[in-house]
């Protein structure tokens, strides 16, 4: 056998006896694992190197795709699409030039995966599923941040890695990808991977139970773009018709999701059906307020009222969390002046020094992906003779939110909700088991 | 003619000649309106009194009457909804004792009323129309701030006076409404009005302008909780349909709404008509950020990204707009810790010093009704590699907005959305004729 297929076999199966040649090193390996180095681990020589024999290519969708799949179907030539695009201000050729230089990107690293003989299966986001990450050693996304979330939602194994290789830099954050300058040089990436110049990173990731009367434990793939109203109704149906029958309160159940970034849960649009006719009524809550009681580990429950509430990874902690906490120049410019005054001083704060403030504090919104906590952050809470909030935003462990809303769900990193409707009762923690196997390179 | 007929006359039918006694004065109106007192002004000294011959009463739909609404179609009687709402948590009690609060406020109320031998039209907001805003005099709110927001929504004159009276104090804020104290003593309130014991106020709205090719301007209204798929749809698809055939950019149109609290821009739900079958389809936005392009005071276009602009009045300052820039007393802390330390000083700051720049700065965010000015906030801007914000807030008299979002509304006060899509570009202002007359009562 040589030393790649046996690396991959212990990658892989974890099989009950098998012979690895580590270098000069020959180990056997037992059920009880004497003798094996654990190939996950970072030790001080650095890593023995990464060689998977089969990955698997998921691609994000394009604009342009998109807006052509959004027009095909009206019948559109594509010379009437690009008018109406142009009718709207929006540029058809600047679009082409987008999807041609996802393109590109996406053959490059493939390209680059096949001259190494490694299989490759290169699939659409559409196409992605389970069987997919069961065949693939590890999975490269080739898109944005979206797409990396995507990609993660699927992989349920904390020894399966997940490679994110931006492919539109000019328009894409990418802070879930790799460093920018891999995107046109992915056999540099793929090298220091083999060579074991890398570091193995876990990012943690929440898990959620979800307990109560009349609870619907169906996802609702937010990125389904067609999604056809009756499958959605017909979900929330059955659930609907089942807790009508037991009666009882059911749970605490695990939701097939562990989140990357973050579990939001606030009002939102919901469909329900009416009882009678079947016939779908729809409740836009487009900005309602959301209510709900909420303990934080473990400790009293609070009644609030907010635009939600987000409780987010350390990885998430620069996502949406972020944005939600953020304080702009502005802000922190009126607040320390205001200090200064009610304080007597007469300092004059310049804007660099603003600046310098305001950097600081929005840093210390972020944390290490590799941290086993969750921030927890009240998006605009409503604080008036009703309602209170005793703490905005902070570290837990574990975060338990009881809804007393009409119409709300959980969305977990934008990507796919859960009902979450008057009674229902959500718990988030953190297990170390859910954590996703990326890569930093060095 | 008696005095009160001759005043209402005067004060509804604007007639070309009649004569007003008025105290000791006599007045002869004509068109040229020659020494008429301006009913509706605030002199110094006083009011000459309102006292309206018809007045409609809106009152809200209370949680309870949802409820039961709600159950009512499974077939389930009270008291399976009942043993329901234990099962989630709440008390079904609780519910009927809010609902038997309010009713009997309105009840109070429309008793106060008759008793001055006004004619009262009491309506449910469901029943509330433009007709019933042209037989009324005045027209009276009984609910929270939600219910004054519905009936300011179809008043387009500004001489029709709105007043609100909060019908639940403990669990509503009403700051629309007239201070707590009159729900229980209405009459006390109606003698200050007839006895011109009050100002009258002018709360200034926003009005939106819309252009672009495929606009829709069919309002969703936003409460119609019943609202069926295929009235949605079909709306839409009309819409859809006549672009494609004109093929031209049209517009602007003045959209039929004032907002009284705020504009709010940003991705939302959408649904979407499939062309070729007719089947709705819906692509869920629960958080995708907001792409958009924003002109302030006709200053330069900038490209942005965040969760959406919410443009509001002095009214709405007290609302969402307030939620949106309010600072915890968590962030203020921590920014003068920050920046105290940055200037190299050594001051502590007591929690009673960090609370008042908190409220110092919370209150700077609210302004004056009657000043024709509005205020725009970015909400969660995202500024990154990509994207910049160069103003988070700030007064202005005009706001234009272009659509890059894929599925995008304008929200006027919580109740009425429009659909705003790539390419669509909408103006904000205000105009003194779109004003809503209320009363302050001294």
Not at 97 to 108: A, D, P
Not at 329 to 355: C, H, P, R, S, Y
Not at 413 to 421: C, K, L, P, V
Request: one cysteine or more.
């Amino acid at each position: 056998m040589t030393y790649r297929k046996l690396f991959n076999y212990v990658c892989v199966a974890r099989p009950a006896v098998s012979v690895l040649k580590w270098k000069d090193n020959v180990f056997l390996s037992v059920p009880l694992v004497l003798g094996v180095r654990n190939v996950f681990t970072n030790s001080s020589e650095g890593n023995a190197g990464f060689k998977p024999a089969k990955v698997a290519v998921v691609t994000k969708t394009t604009r342009c795709e998109f807006e052509q799949q959004r027009y095909r179907y009206s019948g559109l030539s594509e010379q009437d699409l690009k008018q109406l695009l142009a009718m709207k201000g929006s540029s058809y050729s600047g679009l082409l030039e987008r999807h041609s230089i996802h393109t590109k990107n996406v053959e490059h690293i493939v390209d680059s995966l096949r001259k190494e003989g490694i299989e490759v299966r290169l699939v659409k986001r559409g196409e992605y599923n389970e069987e997919i990450v069961q065949w693939a050693d590890a999975i490269v996304s080739a898109g944005g941040d979206g797409t990396m979330l995507l990609v993660a939602s699927k992989v349920m194994d904390r020894f399966k890695p997940v490679v994110g290789v931006n492919t539109d830099p000019e328009r894409s954050e990418g802070h879930l990808c790799l460093p920018v300058r891999y995107t046109s040089s992915f056999p540099e990436a793929l090298q220091k991977l083999q060579r074991g110049e890398f570091r193995w990173q876990w990012r943690h990731r929440s898990r959620i139970y979800l307990e109560g009367t009349g609870i619907n434990l169906t996802p609702v793939d937010l990125h389904e773009q067609q999604m056809s109203l009756e499958q959605h109704s017909k979900a929330h149906r059955i659930s609907m018709n089942s807790s009508h029958k037991s009666g009882e309160t059911s749970g605490p159940h695990l939701l097939p999701v562990r989140a990357l970034n973050e579990v939001f849960i606030g009002e939102s649009l919901s469909s329900r059906a009416n009882y009678k006719s079947y016939k779908p009524r729809f409740t836009f809550s487009l900005h309602r307020a959301s209510y709900y009681e909420i303990s934080v580990d473990d400790g009293p429950w609070e009644k609030q009222k907010s635009s939600g509430v987000n409780v987010c990874t350390g990885t998430g902690s620069k996502a949406w969390s972020c944005n939600i906490n953020k304080l702009a120049f502005q802000a922190v410019e009126d607040v320390l002046k205001m200090g200064n005054k009610l304080a007597g001083l007469n300092l004059t704060l310049d804007k660099e020094q603003i600046e310098k403030v305001t950097e600081e504090y929005n840093e210390s919104l972020v944390f290490n992906p590799e941290e086993p906590k969750m921030l927890f952050s009240v998006r605009e809470p409503i604080v008036n003779r009703v309602f209170s909030s005793s703490r905005q935003r902070g570290f837990t462990t574990k975060v338990c939110v009881r809804s007393r809303c009409w119409d709300a769900c959980m969305v977990v990193d934008g990507g796919t909700s859960f009902e979450f409707n008057d009674g229902a009762l959500a718990t988030v923690q953190m297990n170390e088991d859910d954590a996703l196997l990326t890569v930093v390179l060095e």
